[in-house]
């Protein structure tokens, strides 16, 4: 099955309620996808660094424990490695795996080329939350989304 296959799949996937989150939790540390970098300059301050970034993604603002990426100067990507940046129903990295299965149900189990991971869908399946685990706890929680 080629790729582009394989990326159809997981709408259908999410659709069918395993793996599916509402779009509000597409969100790390108060900071969503679509924020301005103004948006997350007033919610968070300035960054520590800001790095330039390759691919779709332009920028990068980094806070302890949390990476916000840009296109064109919007949110269009989160990475979350400490318990300080937690989705809005309240998972953070370093929390129990059965917590996030208690408040997001099952996830869709993916194995990539970097790793397993357990994620869910939000509702246009255009982002998704991206958990790996570290023995039973959640290692950290990325925000990603198809460029």
Not at 86 to 95: E, I, S
């Amino acid at each position: 099955m080629k790729i582009s296959g394989i990326l159809l799949l997981f709408p259908v996937l999410a659709l069918a309620g395993d793996g599916a989150v509402s779009d509000k939790e597409l969100s790390l540390g108060g900071v969503a996808i679509g924020d301005t970098a103004a948006a997350v300059v007033a919610r968070l301050g300035e960054p520590k660094r800001k790095v330039p970034a390759q691919d779709f993604l332009e920028l990068h603002y980094d806070y302890p424990g949390l990476r916000v990426s840009f296109n064109e100067g919007i949110v269009a990507g989160l990475h979350a490695d400490k318990p300080g940046a937690c989705t809005p129903k309240g998972v953070c990295p370093g929390n129990r795996m059965d917590r996030m299965r208690t408040l997001y149900g099952p996830p869709i189990v993916a194995d990539r080329d970097t790793g397993r991971f357990h994620e869910y869908y939000g509702e246009d399946a255009a982002c998704w939350l991206q958990i790996p685990a570290k023995g039973r706890r959640v290692a950290s929680i990325t925000v990603a989304c198809q460029p």
